[in-house]
């Protein structure tokens, strides 16, 4: 009964036969997804509410036999209002933007080693530009001195031609960028953040502020001071919600999951969540980390979700406890081989329009631990919540940018596989848009 729903589940979600085989071998995968306190049921949309199945996601192929493949990023380049795409990667290093809805794909420019993007009008031109680090040359096991450039690239905007790229910083290791207002509301302000120190994996990592200058035409860099050097290997940046006036970010690293915030003096405010993954031998900690919001049907209203340790194999899942102040860590699952299972983002946001986020896993692989798995939080018969797994990918998949690509009002999500040379070169490193189709 529960295998024969579990494949109606899965030929809605258009997988193929081998795909379903697949999906039914993991069936007590799934059926090991943890349990936690839940409430009564509040309403959510008809096909929400009755349906145990995720929507139906429109696969479209935006490019395949990549060279490359890192990051995307959904950003309107060419201020249509439709989110288009931006791909880079550390093993070639073209920055590509492929135009939304024919995705015809525009080169942006090549830079050795691209790895982080973010985006912002920075010089105010009503054309969005890209943040982007790059440069990694031998980081993170055998980083140089010169090994870590942060740059933003202007729009050229209507007329098109050359992306110009204006130097920001230089900061070796440099493996995220969050823009923001950490510690006034008065300027635009850049936390870089290395995956390593300088010295290597054992390093501490050296947080790095950068304020916009008053001219970010002419500036040869951006003012910058380090304000934090407490933690090692950082691999998730994302932001963090706090209520106040300020913004903060939670850090995935090998202190495990932490909100960092500054004051309005530049020093760190950290409050830690959990320690993430302590049992492997190579790295400890965490790797990413998302947050997701849940409505009052649960006994509480957000949850984290991470992939542990850094490159790690271990769904993990931090949930409150009853005052709020402290966090329970429960392991959702350990996808196979260490090396050969690497969970490399997790995202969060409500597809099914229930007013519950689910959260995407995004798998590098190899196969056939790779793709895209979808978890939704429900509650079970004894009023528990559990989260329903649904692999809706298997091509490899480095990150996952989340948009609503078409317009209709329902979140859509794009993903690049993942080739990095030294790290893991996906056997096919694709660009897929997957348009959220509701019910249909
Ligand atoms: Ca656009
Ligand atoms: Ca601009
Ligand atoms: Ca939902
Ligand atoms: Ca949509």
């Known amino acids: 009964m529960i295998l024969d729903n579990h494949i109606k589940q899965l030929k809605k979600t258009g997988m193929e036969p081998l795909r379903v085989l697949a999906s039914i071998i993991r069936l007590p995968v799934l059926l090991c997804a943890l349990v936690i306190l839940g409430m009564p049921y509040l309403a959510a949309p008809a096909w929400a509410q009755d349906s145990p199945n995720p929507p139906h996601f429109e696969k479209i192929t935006v490019a395949t036999q990549q060279t490359d493949g890192y990051w995307v990023e959904a950003v309107d380049i060419n201020n249509d209002n439709k989110p288009d795409l931006v ?11 492929y135009e939304n809805p024919t995705w015809e794909e525009h080169d942006i420019t090549q830079l050795p080693k691209p790895v982080a993007l973010a985006q912002d009008d920075i010089d105010g031109d009503g054309w ?41 910083g230089d900061l070796v290791a440099t493996h995220r960028l969050q823009l923001g207002h950490f510690t006034t509301k008065d300027e635009l302000e850049l936390l870089a953040v290395p995956v390593v120190g300088s ?40 932001p963090y919600n706090s209520g106040e006036e300020l913004d903060s970010v939670l850090l995935a690293s090998e202190e495990g999951i932490n909100i960092f915030s500054l004051d309005e003096t530049h020093n760190p405010v950290i409050k830690p969540i959990g320690t993430g993954e302590l049992g492997q031998v190579d790295f400890k900690g965490s790797g990413n980390v998302a947050i997701g919001y849940l409505t009052e049907k649960f006994p509480f209203d957000h949850y984290f979700p991470t992939a542990e340790p850094f490159h790690g194999n271990t769904i993990a899942l931090y949930t409150p406890t009853g005052d709020n102040q402290s966090y329970e860590r429960k392991v959702m699952y350990e996808f196979g081989p260490v090396d050969e ?68 009002g329902l979140k859509d999500f794009a993903t690049t596989g993942y080739y990095t040379a030294g790290y893991f070169l996906a056997d096919n490193s694709e660009v897929l848009v997957f348009l959220n189709r509701g019910d249909d």
């Open 341 to 408: 299972s690497v969970a490399h983002h997790v995202v969060t946001t409500d597809f099914d329009g229930d007013g519950d986020d689910e959260f995407l896993l995004a798998k590098r692989g190899s196969r056939p631990w790779q793709g895209v798995f979808y978890y939704d939080p429900i509650l079970n018969e004894n009023s528990k919540l559990e989260f329903k797994m649904t692999q809706l990918s298997d091509s490899s998949t480095a990150r996952i940018a989340i948009a609503d690509f078409n317009g209709d």
């Open 87 to 97: 791909t880079s990667g550390l093993t070639v290093g073209k920055v590509v933007w």
């Open 199 to 238: 010295a290597g994996v054992e390093s501490p990592v050296p947080i790095t502020l950068y304020t916009k200058p008053e001219d970010v035409l002419t500036a040869d860099k951006w003012p910058s001071k380090i304000v934090d050097e407490s933690f090692h290997i950082i691999h998730g940046v994302v």
């Open 128 to 168: 969005t530009d890209i943040f982007i680090s790059h440069d990694y040359g031998g980081c993170m096991f055998n980083c140089g001195p010169e090994d870590g450039k942060i740059s933003w690239l202007r729009n050229p905007g209507e007329t098109g031609g050359e992306w110009d790229v204006y130097h920001i």
